[in-house]
């Protein structure tokens, strides 16, 4: 789904070209989902024995659960391209001592081997279509995603198709993994912007779920195989946990075509376990087709079931301190976070939203103007005060049921326990909305936010979410992704709507509340200052460490 905040994993892209695999970490989001019920009859999880359809109020997005309890969504979008995409509710929360990292290796495994097609076939097909395909592992999903020309929908769907309902995974694939995955991870602890946050989260979440590694360790490569693997994709990949999207395409020829590729011959899982909001939540199952209006976001007509979550899915937040001394590196990296909400609390996903937008921030140059965030705090009170900050800048990773807010800053060596003061005063001044003196200054935090600073980040806001669904690739996760979730479409004019009702208070509310929480503190690079004195730092400000 778009995100409001929220993570987004290690991403496989086949542009065009099989044998130019591009690889990067990104960060991206989701909304909450309610519990699907389960039946004796054999034929679905979901209590149907035909398929059933929603149509959206506008008539845009249409909604049709299979009776297996896969779901087939897609909005008529014309365009000069379509976008189709898999999405698998499994990823490394769900994943325990024994799968740890599995999400990385089948994501790794996209667009290989499968039942129908060997790898050197399967890339001459990606080659041939020459669009946009590719493959990403996160927290909470593994996604498969292709943009191709209209009349290349049919192949981009087999392959599709046959990368998540067969794969072959053979053992010199495997073997090409142990010898790739080792580089990739080098490659992203030699970057704190990749290695960071992910070690942030292995901090906040001691208790693994979240915590767990995203990326597959290397004792847990090694002890990968064929066998394993292709149990957790029967585990994993079941229909009741599979969403299957498109956009630009007319909503019964691409159902049609789902059932020609096996999406409707996948059979549920014996021990399926009910994860996200029935397709037909509140429908009757005799009609082909009903709009489900008013169970959107805000608009009445009965409460969503909370998500159900499965044994140990449920994720515990602890917060913690690390320090990595480097002294030879350039600049002193300190992550501060805390605890916030979850996707399915709107209400203060809206204002934890905001409240990144306010805070803004970014590096010590910018070649922007407004709209690059340089009227917001980070850069009006830090980065246009303190020479010797290298960047300062608000994060919020959002998941179904937590979410993980801070802000992360870099310095010159030896200023780093000054650097966590300005950090912690920014967030107190918003909390308090009042002045807060930092030992350091006593003039760049002299009030908390205005009504000026509020109407300028919901506008920024606003703007980056329209803006982002101008991409036909950003139109098909976030229709993916929120039915996975929530099971329906929260439609763009309603977020707006959500944006515009938060508050002054909502955002001063959404700072307290963080300082609520135990933090989570992280630094690399020059660490003795912050590690002698953050305990009395993080104390003025009234932060528990």
Same mark, same amino acid.
């Given at each position: 789904?778009?995100?409001?905040?929220?993570?987004?994993?290690?991403?496989?892209?086949?542009?065009?070209?099989?044998?130019?695999?591009?690889?990067?970490?990104?960060?991206?989001?989701?909304?909450?989902?309610?519990?699907?019920?389960?039946?004796?009859?054999?034929?679905?999880?979901?209590?149907?024995?035909?398929?059933?359809?929603?149509?959206?109020?506008?008539?845009?997005?249409?909604?049709?659960?299979?009776?297996?309890?896969?779901?087939?969504?897609?909005?008529?979008?014309?365009?000069?391209?379509?976008?189709?995409?898999?999405?698998?509710?499994?990823?490394?929360?769900?994943?325990?001592?024994?799968?740890?990292?599995?999400?990385?290796?089948?994501?790794?495994?996209?667009?290989?081997?499968?039942?129908?097609?060997?790898?050197?076939?399967?890339?001459?097909?990606?080659?041939?279509?020459?669009?946009?395909?590719?493959?990403?592992?996160?927290?909470?999903?593994?996604?498969?995603?292709?943009?191709?020309?209209?009349?290349?929908?049919?192949?981009?769907?087999?392959?599709?198709?046959?990368?998540?309902?067969?794969?072959?995974?053979?053992?010199?694939?495997?073997?090409?993994?142990?010898?790739?995955?080792?580089?990739?991870?080098?490659?992203?602890?030699?970057?704190?912007?990749?290695?960071?946050?992910?070690?942030?989260?292995?901090?906040?979440?001691?208790?693994?779920?979240?915590?767990?590694?995203?990326?597959?360790?290397?004792?847990?490569?090694?002890?990968?195989?064929?066998?394993?693997?292709?149990?957790?994709?029967?585990?994993?990949?079941?229909?009741?946990?599979?969403?299957?999207?498109?956009?630009?395409?007319?909503?019964?020829?691409?159902?049609?075509?789902?059932?020609?590729?096996?999406?409707?011959?996948?059979?549920?899982?014996?021990?399926?376990?009910?994860?996200?909001?029935?397709?037909?939540?509140?429908?009757?199952?005799?009609?082909?087709?009903?709009?489900?209006?008013?169970? #959107? @976001? /805000? &608009? *009445? +007509?009965?409460?969503? =079931?909370?998500?159900?979550?499965?044994?140990?899915?449920?994720?515990? $937040? !602890?917060?913690?301190?690390?320090?990595?001394?480097?002294?030879?590196?350039?600049?002193?990296?300190?992550?501060?976070?805390?605890?916030?909400?979850?996707?399915?609390?709107?209400?203060?996903?809206?204002?934890?939203?905001?409240?990144?937008? #306010? @805070? /803004? &921030? *970014? +590096?010590?140059?910018? =070649?922007?103007?407004?709209?690059?965030?340089?009227?917001?705090?980070? $850069? !009006?009170?830090?980065?246009?005060?303190?020479?010797?900050?290298?960047?300062?800048?608000?994060?919020?990773?959002?998941?179904?049921?937590?979410?993980?807010?801070?802000?992360?800053?870099?310095?010159?060596?030896?200023?780093?326990?000054?650097? #966590?003061?300005?950090?912690?005063?920014?967030?107190? =001044?918003?909390?308090?909305?009042?002045?807060?003196?930092?030992?350091?200054?006593?003039?760049?935090?002299?009030?908390?936010?205005?009504?000026?600073?509020?109407?300028?980040?919901?506008?920024?806001?606003?703007?980056?979410?329209?803006?982002?669904?101008?991409?036909?690739?950003?139109?098909?996760?976030?229709?993916?992704?929120?039915?996975?979730?929530?099971?329906?479409?929260?439609?763009?004019?309603?977020?707006?709507?959500?944006?515009?009702?938060?508050?002054?208070?909502?955002?001063?509310?959404?700072?307290?509340?963080?300082?609520?929480?135990?933090?989570?503190?992280?630094?690399?690079?020059?660490?003795?200052?912050?590690?002698?004195?953050?305990?009395?730092?993080?104390?003025?400000?009234?932060?528990?460490?």
């Amino acid at each position: 789904m778009l995100q409001l905040g929220a993570t987004r994993g290690s991403r496989h892209v086949y542009a065009g070209s099989a044998s130019h695999r591009l690889k990067s970490t990104t960060t991206t989001t989701s909304t909450t989902a309610a519990a699907a019920s389960s039946s004796e009859n054999k034929a679905t999880p979901s209590g149907i024995s035909q398929p059933t359809t929603l149509v959206s109020a506008d008539g845009q997005t249409h909604i049709t659960t299979l009776p297996n309890g896969l779901r087939i969504v897609s909005e008529r979008n014309p365009g000069h391209f379509t976008a189709l995409g898999v999405y698998v509710d499994a990823g490394s929360r769900y994943e325990d001592s024994t799968t740890s990292g599995y999400a990385h290796l089948m994501d790794r495994l996209a667009f290989r081997s499968s039942e129908r097609f060997t790898s050197a076939e399967s890339m001459a097909m990606i080659e041939k279509l020459g669009g946009s395909i590719m493959s990403s592992s996160s927290r909470e999903c593994i996604m498969y995603q292709a943009a191709v020309f209209p009349h290349d929908v049919p192949t981009a769907l087999k392959l599709l198709a046959d990368t998540t309902l067969r794969p072959k995974i053979l053992p010199e694939e495997v073997d090409d993994l142990r010898m790739a995955v080792p580089w990739e991870l080098q490659e992203v602890e030699s970057k704190p912007e990749t290695f960071l946050p992910e070690k942030l989260h292995e901090v906040a979440f001691q208790k693994g779920t979240l915590g767990s590694p995203l990326l597959c360790p290397i004792s847990q490569l090694n002890t990968a195989t064929p066998d394993t693997l292709s149990a957790y994709h029967r585990r994993w990949y079941t229909p009741e946990r599979i969403v299957v999207a498109a956009v630009g395409l007319e909503h019964d020829d691409f159902v049609r075509m789902c059932s020609d590729n096996g999406f409707a011959d996948l059979a549920p899982s014996a021990t399926a376990t009910p994860t996200l909001a029935a397709a037909d939540q509140g429908c009757d199952s005799g009609a082909p087709a009903k709009t489900w209006f008013n169970k #959107l @976001l /805000g &608009g *009445g +007509g009965g409460e969503r =079931a909370p998500r159900v979550i499965i044994p140990g899915e449920q994720s515990v $937040y !602890t917060g913690g301190t690390w320090f990595d001394s480097k002294p030879d590196v350039d600049f002193t990296q300190v992550y501060l976070g805390f605890k916030s909400a979850g996707i399915n609390d709107e209400h203060r996903l809206y204002a934890y939203a905001t409240l990144q937008m #306010l @805070l /803004g &921030g *970014g +590096g010590s140059f910018s =070649a922007g103007g407004p709209g690059k965030g340089m009227y917001s705090r980070l $850069y !009006t009170r830090v980065l246009n005060q303190h020479a010797w900050i290298e960047s300062c800048v608000a994060f919020h990773h959002c998941y179904t049921d937590t979410g993980l807010f801070g802000i992360s800053a870099s310095c010159r060596p030896r200023n780093e326990h000054a650097l #966590l003061d300005v950090v912690a005063s920014e967030i107190e =001044a918003v909390a308090l909305g009042k002045p807060v003196v930092s030992s350091r200054r006593n003039y760049s935090s002299r009030e908390g936010a205005s009504a000026v600073e509020v109407r300028r980040a919901k506008n920024q806001l606003k703007s980056n979410l329209l803006m982002n669904l101008e991409s036909r690739m950003v139109q098909l996760e976030d229709l993916g992704r929120q039915v996975q979730i929530s099971g329906h479409k929260i439609p763009a004019d309603t977020m707006v709507e959500r944006i515009e009702a938060v508050t002054l208070d909502d955002i001063s509310n959404a700072a307290k509340e963080l300082l609520a929480s135990p933090a989570t503190l992280l630094a690399q690079g020059h660490v003795d200052g912050i590690k002698q004195f953050h305990a009395q730092v993080a104390a003025s400000h009234r932060i528990k460490i």
